[in-house]
């Protein structure tokens, strides 16, 4: 049997590493809305729509001729980012625009995909 190398095989504690975590550690709270929004922005047609939401603003007809879609299959994606505050949009007149909605979604979006681009 080979031996992991990279697993711990000591007993001791470092009580001060072990406190300084536990005082920043967010709630269960935190973590759970975290994994829903990791698990949101992890389906690849609403990461093509954050990407295409990303270069500039667009109407759900602009995004399923970007994305190959239908406006109702764009429309249903839409409607689960802006519920989860991952978009925003706004009215002009008839047409409906969307952006993403603030600049922590876009951060967020930019740095994983510029971590995967940089790995391939």
Do not use: W
């Not at 590493?17 to 829903?36: R, T």
């Not at 667009?58 to 764009?74: E, F």
């Not at 909605?101 to 790995?119: C, M, N, S």
């Amino acid at each position: 049997m080979v031996k992991n190398e990279f697993v711990c095989d000591c007993n001791v504690i470092h009580q001060e590493a072990v406190n300084k975590v536990l005082e920043k550690m967010p709630s269960e709270n935190i973590f759970n809305h975290l994994a829903d929004f990791y698990k949101l922005i992890g389906d690849t047609t609403r990461c093509r729509i954050l990407f295409a939401l990303d270069q500039d603003e667009m109407c759900v007809c602009d995004l399923a001729n970007v994305l190959g879609m239908s406006k109702s299959s764009v429309s249903h994606q839409l409607s689960t980012l802006r519920r989860s505050g991952i978009v925003k949009c706004r009215k002009s007149g008839k047409e409906v625009y969307y952006t993403l909605d603030d600049d922590h979604i876009v951060k967020t979006f930019e740095i994983g995909l510029e971590h995967i681009r940089h790995k391939d």
